[in-house]
């Protein structure tokens, strides 16, 4: 049985991440922040760990990012679900009747334009369904949750009002962490991280040395570097795995240019 980690509760769309991902005998092991996942994988407590990274409505998990930099795990693999929140409370509980509503903060934004009408005090919690698991414990009347359907199933929560995302295009980008670097795939993709010096033109010389070779880029963004006020790290995520040549070649000539960096790993990249 393969041990996973994840932070949150069970019904969390992070669960459904993990079964789309493995597909087999799974172990769960809820956490209660995301460092605890990463810290669960280094210290052998689970033998992979997922994490969400990136939403296509309310954008990059910073958190994330900062913990990939912390860590010296590998990412083995990533996938993409298609979100849809439902609006849940107390069997009998109406629309009417909810005037707080408790959820994770990335789920509040992907659903700002369905809370804003719905005028009611939002609470930000530190899961979808750790909320519902809340309200269904504390008998909580006049409150509600926004999480999966799952979570409401595994609760005993009544969907009030389904499919609240502001956007039908809801996608969350999720990638497994692990000791283990994943093996070659006919569609990798590879993740680094780099700095580089605080001069004129250094970031152009860098993303140089993928364009002349035409590697494509499919992410680039920038962090606020944790050692030096007012400089910053690059992730970037470009298509291929670093076992070609051509990628070798330009990893050692970023190495040469950039003052730091981290190889997060090459992994298969997930079909859309």
């Known amino acids: ?65 900062d913990l990939l930099l912390a860590y010296p795990l590998n990412i083995f693999a990533e996938v993409i679900l298609r979100i849809s929140h439902c609006l849940m409370a107390l069997p009998g509980e109406k629309l009417a009747d909810i005037k707080t509503v408790y959820s994770h903060p990335q789920a509040l934004a992907q659903c700002e334009e369905f809370l804003t009408k719905l005028k009611v005090k939002i609470v930000p919690s530190y899961n979808t369904a750790g909320s519902a698991k809340m309200i269904k414990e504390n008998q909580c009347r006049g409150f509600a949750a926004i999480a999966s359907q799952k979570a409401a199933d595994i609760y005993g929560l009544e969907i009030v009002m389904p499919k609240i995302e502001t956007n039908i295009n809801n996608y969350t980008r999720f990638i497994a962490i692990s000791k283990e670097k994943a093996k070659p795939h006919e569609k990798s993709k590879t993740s680094l991280i780099f700095s580089v010096k605080h001069a004129p033109g250094a970031l152009h010389k860098a993303l140089g040395i993928f364009a002349t070779r035409d590697i494509n880029l499919t992410k680039l963004e920038s962090r606020p570097s944790r050692s030096k006020p007012w400089e910053y790290v690059f992730y970037v995520d470009f298509e291929g795995h670093l076992g070609g040549e051509i990628y070798q070649e330009a990893i050692k000539e970023l190495q040469r240019e950039a003052t730091f960096v981290k190889i997060l790993g090459s992994y298969p990249q997930a079909k859309q």
């Open 1 to 65: 049985m393969i041990n996973v980690a994840f932070q949150g509760e069970r019904g969390a769309f992070s669960e459904d991440a993990i079964i789309k991902l493995f597909r087999e005998s799974i172990g769960f092991l809820p956490c209660i922040h995301l460092r605890d996942v990463f810290q669960a994988v280094s210290e052998g407590n689970a033998s992979f760990g997922v994490a969400p990274i990136e939403n296509s409505q309310a954008g990059s998990i910073n958190e994330t990012y």
